[in-house]
C-alpha cells in the first residue's frame, strides 16, 4: 500500500489512473477505524480496480467547542489495518496542505445541511462538502462510499455530486453494528462501561419504532415520543433531537405514509452519538 | 464545430478525451460574442488540442433586480463566430439542465466574493463560482481561459481552483477594447450614441491614474478622485464604485507601493461597465 501525504502527488497519481474503462474507489474516513470502515472498505476493492481510502480529520467541519482536538487517532494501527485489505492508496493529507493560507472557498448545500444535525452543528455540512469538493478533485475517484450510520451526510453529498455534476457514483453501505446493536462509530471510545451500556438504548429505541410501526402505528409524534421514552429510560443520555423525516428531502413529516427516516442525535456523557432507521409503512 | 445541449452528453464526450497528452481548453461565455470573447477563442485554440466554448447565460450570478431577462442573445451569429474559429465543441445547455429540480448546492468564495462588485451584486460572484465548478466538472478543462476585464472574477476563479484543488490552470487574457479605449462588453449594446460616447471616460480615466503615478503621484485618494473627475465630466454616467486595492487580495490600499489595481463599476444610463488597470509604482 501506499502512502501519499502531499495533494499534488496524489493528483498526479490519479491522472495517471484516469484510463478508459478502469475505475478509481475512494472511501474518505477521518480514520481511527473499526468494522464499519473496513465493511466500506471490503465494498470498495469489489466496485473498481483502485481502491483509495483517504485519512483526515476534516477541521472545517468541527464547530469550534466540538471536539476536533479530542477526536480518537491511531495512524499506526489504520495502516496496519489497510495494509491487510489490499488498499492501493492510503491518501493521509496535513490539515496545512488542505487548508493553505487564504483558503476561503466553501460548499454549501443549503436546505439539506440545516435540518437535523445541521441545526445543532453550526458550519458542520458546509465543511464536509467542502472536504468532500476537494477529495473528489485530488482522488478524482468514479465511485465513492459513505456509511449510511451517517445518513444525512450521504444525502447531502449525494446532492452535492448532482448539483455540481461530478461524475462520481455515490454509494451508500449498510451501518455495522455492535452485537447489542449500537452503531460502530469512533467516538464510541469516548464511553466508559456504564455509558457504554446506556448508548445500546439508541438502537433500542430504533428498533422499537421499527415494531410500532409493524402493528400499524402511523402517528409521527407517537413512534418519536415512545423512541425518547426508550432512551430517557437509560442513565446519562441527553436527548440532542429525534425526526420523523421524509428520507429525501429530510423534512419533517407527521404521519407515516411509504418510507420516513427516523433519525436522532443523542449525548451520552461526552459523546454525540447519532443513527437512524428507514421505516415503511 | 459540434454543439452539444446536454450535461450529459458532454460528459461523455469530456470522459472520451481525458487522454494522457491530451489537454481540453475551456473559454466559458454568456454569449453574444465580441472581438474580447473571440480573442479568449484564438488564444485557446494555441494552448491544448481540443477547444470546447460554452455559452450559457448563468441566472444565478444575476440579482432578481437585474438584466437577466435584457441581456442580448443572438446564438445564430455566435456559432458562426466559432465555426470560423476552429472551435471543436459549443457546449450550451438550458437553465432547466444546469438547475435542475431541487438544486441547492452553492460555491462562496467568500473575502474575495464580497469586495468591489459583490458589494454592489449580491450573490453574483457566488454564481459565478458556481456556474465554473459545474463547467469545470462538465467539460473537464485542463485550462480555462478567462478575460481580465472581468479582473475580481478571474482572481475569484483563481481561488476557488486553488482552494478546492481543481485540476484546471487558469489563464486570463487582456481586455480587448474599442478604438477609444472603451473595453468590449456584450452590455455596450445598451448604449445609444451619445452614451457610448460617455463611456469611453472610463478607459479616458484609467490613462490619467497611469499618467498620474507615471509622474509620480502615490496617494490612493488622490488618484481616485482625478478618475472620478474624469468621469462625472461625461453626462449620463454615474459612479457606482472606484477603488485602488492590492490585486491579490483586493482589499483597497491608500498608497501605491509595487502594484494596485484601480478598479471602477460606473453606470452609463441602463448599462453597467466595469474597467480596470494594473498601475505600478
Redesign the interface.
Known sequence: MRVIEH?QEM?IWS??E?Q?GKRIVLVPTMGFLHEGHLSLVRDGRKRGDRLVVSIFVNPTQFAPQEDFAAYPRDLKRDLELLEREGVDVLFHPSADDMY?Q???????????GLLLCGGFRSGHFRGV??VV??LF??V?PHVAIFGEKDYQQLQIIR??V??????VEVLGHPTVREKDGLALSSRNSYLDPGERKAASSLYRSLKQAEGLVRQGERDGSRIVQAVRAEIDKATATRVEYIRLCDPS?LEDIGNIEGEALLALAVWVDKARLIDNVLLRA
Open positions: 495533494i493528483q491522472e495517471a484516469q478508459p493553505p487564504g483558503f476561503q472557498t466553501y460548499l454549501e448545500v443549503e436546505k439539506l462538502a467542502t469538493a476537494k478533485n485530488i478524482r446532492r452535492l448532482r448539483d455540481l455534476d461530478f461524475a428531502s
